[in-house]
């Protein structure tokens, strides 16, 4: 009988290590899978204890979790984790106590700056959210597994925000006209997640996002007003250079709901919008100063 509570995280990345700083001083075993050396030398240093996956035999491990968090991104080829280790989940479907899928509100589709909740469609119009939403639909169909779906819009975070770019001069003001974007900070990824550890409702899906969807342009501009420094051209985004994958992210416009984290999780976001947020990672950059 497991007593000791074991979250397993394949694609121990931004998010998850976040939720770590949340789950290890409450005496939570944490385990976390990446690709090198390096990186497992890290995790080590912050208290999880890492593996190299794939090429680890996780079988051990997988035995001893209770909590199995997925935030692997899919291929051409399907979710990774499944590739590999479908049966082994679906023989311990019954054993997780609670399991979290990381996806993104890409699966929704262009909704032309419309609003969207979890019981909108899903109809990506980007590679990159089919393939999202095929991989929660195989993660899904795994009977017995206690499945949570967690669909985040874009993160930011210590180390990810606007100020690198708009000090040394690369940022840029985009304009698209109606384009707006929602947005979450990390820390409230992982207050989410830790609330849903604590009331599981297998089979739910929740959107990740602050209150406050708004033109990338803005972002940048009040990052800008922070810094006390010039704010960046608009460039206008029919005729500014882009690469393809820069330019698919103003494919879609859509204002993403986040009533359920609140009303179902009793979530209270710590940064309910980017001006939050970014105060917030600016006073802790001065800091560490």
């Known amino acids: 009988m497991m007593t000791e509570k074991t979250l397993f995280s394949f694609g121990h990345g931004f998010s998850s290590q976040a939720l770590a700083r949340r789950l290890l001083p409450k005496g939570w ?6 690709r090198n050396a390096d990186k497992a030398e890290q995790l ?11 090429g680890s035999d996780i079988r051990t491990l997988l035995e001893h979790t209770t909590h199995l968090l997925l935030s692997a991104a899919p291929d051409v080829n399907g979710d ?3 590739r590999e280790l479908r049966s ?12 979290g899928y990381l996806s993104t509100t890409g699966v929704y589709g262009d909704h032309d700056g419309g609003w969207v909740d979890e019981a909108t469609p899903l109809e990506p119009s980007t590679r990159r959210g089919l393939l999202r939403k095929e991989a929660e639909a ?3 169909a795994i009977e017995g597994l206690p499945l949570h779906i967690f669909r985040l819009a874009g993160i930011y975070g210590p180390g990810r925000g606007p100020f690198a770019k708009v000090r ?17 900070h990390v820390d409230d990824i992982a207050q989410v997640l830790e609330a849903s550890i604590a009331r599981p409702n297998p089979g739910a899906a929740y959107n990740l996002c602050d209150d406050d969807p708004a033109p990338p342009e803005d972002v940048i501009g009040y990052a800008a007003e922070l810094l006390g420094l010039p704010v960046p051209p608009a460039e206008d985004f029919e005729t500014a250079e882009m690469t393809p994958m820069a330019r698919s992210f103003y494919a879609e416009s859509k204002r993403v709901r986040n ?19 970014l105060r917030a990672l600016l006073a802790a950059e001065e800091a560490a100063e």
């Open 138 to 140: 195989e993660w899904s």
């Open 259 to 277: 009533d359920r984290i609140k009303s179902e999780l009793g979530v209270d976001l710590i940064y309910p919008d980017y001006k939050a947020g």
């Open 29 to 34: 075993r944490y385990v976390g899978t990446t």
């Open 168 to 184: 040394n001069g690369t940022a840029r003001r985009i304009m698209k006209k109606g384009q707006v974007f929602s947005r979450i």
């Open 88 to 99: 082994e989940i679906a023989e311990r479907a019954g054993q997780f106590e609670w399991v």
């Open 80 to 82: 990774p984790v499944l």
């Open 44 to 54: 080590q240093n912050s208290g999880v204890e890492p593996v190299i996956w794939p």
